[in-house]
């Protein structure tokens, strides 16, 4: 039988109060992914970077599953969270794409 671990954490007060996100830019390498999370507000000429997360691609996948986990206890308690009737192919883009970031990926 497997033994559940427990993780004692402690939270600082400024990192408590968090930081608001409405934009997340993901890239990969072959051994890290990189989630900057942004906020674009009206009037502002582009999205502020708040913070950069670097991890493996084992604990993106992680990630991804906690938050499907968690997306769906959300849902099965509140309802189905709407994405303004875009289609769900057309969530997500790539950088390279984008003529500032260029076929290379983003540049940092």
């Given at each position: 039988?497997?033994?559940?671990?427990?993780?004692?954490?402690?939270?600082?007060?400024?990192?408590?109060?968090?930081?608001?996100?409405?934009?997340?830019?993901?890239?990969?390498?072959?051994?890290?992914?990189?989630?900057?999370?942004?906020?674009?507000l009206p009037?502002?000429?582009?999205?502020?970077?708040?913070?950069?997360?670097?991890?493996?691609?084992?604990?993106?996948?992680?990630?991804?599953?906690?938050?499907?986990?968690?997306?769906?206890?959300?849902?099965?308690?509140?309802?189905?969270?709407?994405?303004?009737?875009?289609?769900?192919?057309?969530?997500?883009?790539?950088?390279?794409?984008?003529?500032?970031?260029?076929?290379?990926?983003?540049?940092?």
């Amino acid at each position: 039988m497997e033994e559940k671990k427990e993780i004692s954490l402690e939270i600082k007060p400024e990192i408590a109060k968090g930081t608001y996100s409405n934009l997340a830019i993901i890239t990969h390498s072959h051994s890290e992914f990189i989630i900057d999370f942004a906020t674009m507000l009206p009037g502002l000429p582009k999205p502020d970077i708040g913070n950069r997360i670097i991890m493996t691609p084992e604990h993106a996948k992680r990630l991804l599953n906690a938050l499907m986990d968690n997306v769906t206890k959300y849902e099965n308690q509140f309802g189905l969270i709407s994405l303004g009737g875009q289609p769900q192919q057309d969530n997500t883009f790539n950088l390279g794409d984008l003529p500032q970031f260029g076929p290379g990926g983003a540049k940092s």
